[in-house]
């Protein structure tokens, strides 16, 4: 029987943990077993309880300390070590996806990992077919910008970008539309 869940995507800042944080708590007030998976090395205190997280196996900071890295560059040590080590995360997530679990995975906010870096293709695309997931790619970008053209097409492109990338059924959303006041100038 497939195991469903949820990949949240996009930009640093756009909502993505928050957002998990509070699907958690939907998903488990309607009595669906949910479970949050942090795939994102430099966030180690997401603001809600994970229950795999990537900072188990490795962090930005140990990556950074042990190779000399600048904190991208060992961003992208991280997510290809995850990919070397797929049988951790695919071990991790085996028992949860049998027990019926919905998967909240909560991804890096570095856009380059899913659009232009094999990294998050490489690593979910083995773990769909082993683990029968059925998977929705979430693509939050800040609704502010909407208010300047240029930033509206560059998310546009970033999220076509996703789509093309990670060959999963895709959600577009605006997020923060509560802080629209905060941008009222940029429209003018």
Known sequence: ?????????GPPGSGKSTLCASLLDILRAMGRPATAVNLDP?????????????????TVSDAMEAYGLGPNGALLYCIEFLCANREWLEGKLAPLVQDGEYL??????????YTS????????TPLIRSLDLRLVALHLV???????PAKFIAGALLALQAMTRLELPHINV???SDQDQHFEGARE
């Open 117 to 124: 870096h094999e990294g998050l293709s490489t690593l979910l």
């Open 42 to 58: 430099a966030n180690e205190t997401p603001g809600y309880e994970a229950g795999v997280s990537l900072g188990e196996l490795i």
């Open 174 to 176: 605006l997020s923060k």
């Open 104 to 113: 909240v995975i909560d991804c890096p906010g570095q856009a380059e990992l």
């Open 142 to 148: 800040d609704a502010h910008h909407c208010s300047d």
């Open 1 to 9: 029987m497939p195991s469903w869940g949820l990949l949240l995507l």
